[in-house]
């Protein structure tokens, strides 16, 4: 699977918990069938969210620095050492 791939299901997964809770759901759906009455605390709750910010801020850098290379491309800009070739 190539890295873009990777990166988008991550995107998609960020996505997917950030605004929906899908992932801590589940966790705690699969959890409370062999633990009844289980919540996550709240500590936990934050945890499991910064890291899916993490992972979504992660692969949104990845993407947008494949923007600029694809836009370089098509500007014939050069990117050769850096990606702050843009600005000469």
């Given amino acids: 699977m190539s890295t873009k791939v990777i990166m988008l299901i991550l995107l998609i997964i960020g996505v997917l918990e950030i605004f929906f809770n899908i992932i801590s759901n589940l966790l705690q ?3 409370g069938l062999f633990n009844e009455n289980f919540q996550f605390k709240e500590k936990t709750a934050g945890i499991l969210k910064l890291i899916f910010v993490i992972i979504f801020m992660v692969s949104v850098i990845f993407f947008l620095t494949e923007f600029v290379r694809v836009l370089a491309a098509l500007f014939g800009i ?3 050492n850096s990606i702050l070739d843009i600005f000469k």
């Fill in 29 to 31: 759906k699969i959890i």
């Fill in 78 to 80: 050069s990117l050769d």
